[in-house]
């Protein structure tokens, strides 16, 4: 802002600069203009009175010549251009030249005055005046500029302050005084603002972590009242599959509500715990742990080293996240392929043919298969971590393969 106003000052100065500078040139262009032919019209008149005297009078070339003639001349006013000997070269005059009848002789007049002297003058006037105006516009710049640095400073010290607020610091902001009356409404506004938000905030984080531990138990107690009826001798084959099918789907609502709780902290922004952290070592853990639960070959080439700035806890989740959905979409009999590099991490898994709708992969419960134990929030949760960090997640169809792709250079 403050270079803004310094520029649109300087603009401004330029301007007025160059509008004064022409109209100050033009006006004492006149005046000297106007003042060199009066006093050519006062000599002509003096050396016509002395003529009157003395009709043998000489003239002084260049600047006055007098000359007998024998018909009358009309007055002129003109530029001439004239060897001046005392200059030795030829030089511009102003010059007013008639005839005059005296003692019954015509006498032709011409008084000149020599232009260069009234131009000097010109420029002189005009060049002391844009200096001296220049002076004055730097002086009022720097003037202007450090006063409007002080009147401003209190602002851009808040407005740092609201910069590097933050919800999760539980700490109020406290704006520095200012003598402006605008400044100081505007801090009472927004220390009014941030408090109302921290407190909706705070009160939003309460509701989502209670709902989302008190979910747990009831849907614990369901889980052990159904694992009592499965075990009972007593039950039928069909009981016996309806209370499965009741299990798988508190499962999906356990890992539902799992997910959701993740996302909203995600958006939250609860996890603070970054740090330079090894991807390769995270990654090779990961599947490790799933070779243990699948029987899916998966074939890995992951470079040392990969350090990455993340928290650690997420990383892991968005590894699992896109190996468990490789692993579930995977062509029979085919292999999983995992790369790390330092710059990208690429999962590949074979597949029957091309997603309907590729654009909509990442989005929210969006589901291309009909499996019952997807909740549709795996990807779109790997789509959530990477824009926290700035990764840029893709996924491409190549050759009968599904290939998710992770940028980690954004």
């Not at 996924?395 to 393969?401: A, H, L, P």
Request: charged share 25%; aromatic share 10%; with cysteine.
């Amino acid at each position: 802002m403050l270079r803004k106003a310094s520029t649109t000052f300087l603009f401004s100065s330029a301007v007025i600069m160059i509008v004064s500078a022409v109209a100050l040139y033009i006006y004492t262009s006149f005046l000297l203009k106007d003042e060199i032919e009066e006093e050519l019209f006062s000599d002509k008149d003096r050396i016509e009175r002395l003529l009157t005297d003395d009709p043998e009078l000489k003239g002084i070339p260049p600047i006055m010549t007098v000359e007998k003639v024998n018909n009358p001349q009309e007055e002129q006013l003109v530029d001439t251009l004239i060897y001046d000997p005392l200059q030795d070269e030829i030089e511009l005059f102003r010059q007013l030249s008639g005839t005059k009848m005296i003692h019954g002789q015509h006498y032709r007049v011409a008084v000149r005055a020599m232009v260069i002297e009234s131009e000097n003058i010109l420029f002189a006037i005009v060049f002391t005046f844009l200096a001296i105006i220049f002076l004055a516009f730097v002086f009022l710049f720097y003037l202007n500029r450090s006063r409007n640095e002080k009147l401003w400073k209190p602002f851009f010290i808040n407005l740092e302050k609201l910069k590097g607020f933050s919800l999760q610091s539980g700490t109020g902001l406290n704006f520095i005084e200012s003598n402006i009356l605008e400044f100081d409404e505007l801090n009472r506004e927004m220390k009014s603002l941030t408090q109302k938000v921290s407190a909706d905030y705070g009160n939003l984080k309460q509701f989502t972590e209670d709902v989302s531990h008190e979910i747990q138990t009831p849907l614990a107690i369901m889980q052990a009242k159904i694992d009592t009826l499965i075990n009972d001798q007593d039950i039928s084959e069909r009981q016996y599959g309806e209370l499965s099918s009741l299990q798988d789907d508190i499962q999906r609502l356990k890992q539902l509500n799992k997910r959701l709780s993740l996302l909203v902290k995600i958006d939250n922004d609860q996890f603070t715990a970054e740090k330079m952290i090894g991807l390769d070592r995270i990654l090779m853990e990961g599947i490790e742990n799933l070779r243990e639960l699948t029987a899916v070959q998966i074939d890995q080439n992951i470079e040392a080293n990969v350090l990455v700035k993340i928290d650690p806890y997420l990383a892991s989740v968005l590894f699992n996240n896109l190996l468990s959905n490789a692993i579930r979409h995977n062509m029979a009999g085919r292999p999983v392929e995992v790369h790390l590099t330092g710059e990208s991490l690429r999962i590949m898994n074979h597949g029957d043919g091309p997603l309907h709708h590729p654009e909509r992969i990442f989005e929210r419960f969006y589901r291309e298969s009909n499996q019952v134990d997807s909740t549709g929030l795996g990807l779109s949760i790997v789509k959530k971590i990477c824009d926290y960090y700035g990764f840029v997640p893709s996924y491409s169809f190549v050759d009968g393969n599904h290939i998710f792709y992770v940028s980690f250079l954004g």
